[in-house]
């Protein structure tokens, strides 16, 4: 089951990269590749896509938590509204 879903997955992000492509011939006034050219491209260009968000992303996220974290730490003792909660010092530690 977990390969078939993977499977439709790449298919429909290689048919979103194909319509993509033709769509960027139609605006740049070239004419489109035969069947063949234009499926390797989508292929060429997905694999590429992931690449970059298999190493970026892991990185993004790594950032993401980081400064989550710093803006929850920031906050802590601040209601929703932005003002302190009682007791709150400083940085929301009470003092």
């Given amino acids: 089951m977990k390969n078939k879903l993977k499977r439709f997955a790449e ?7 194909r319509s993509i492509l ?8 070239k004419s489109i590749p035969s069947d063949v050219q234009l499926d390797q491209q989508s292929r060429d260009a997905a ?3 992931n690449d970059v968000i298999t190493k970026t ?8 938590k980081e400064v989550y974290g710093e803006h929850r730490s920031e906050n802590v003792g601040v209601k929703r509204d932005g003002s302190k909660k ?4 400083k940085g929301g530690v009470e003092e």
């Fill in 11 to 17: 298919k429909a992000e290689i048919g979103a990269v």
């Fill in 22 to 29: 033709k769509w960027k011939y139609k605006k740049e006034g």
């Fill in 47 to 49: 694999s590429l896509a």
């Fill in 57 to 64: 992303g892991k990185t993004v996220w790594h950032d993401l």
């Fill in 86 to 89: 009682e007791g709150a010092g």
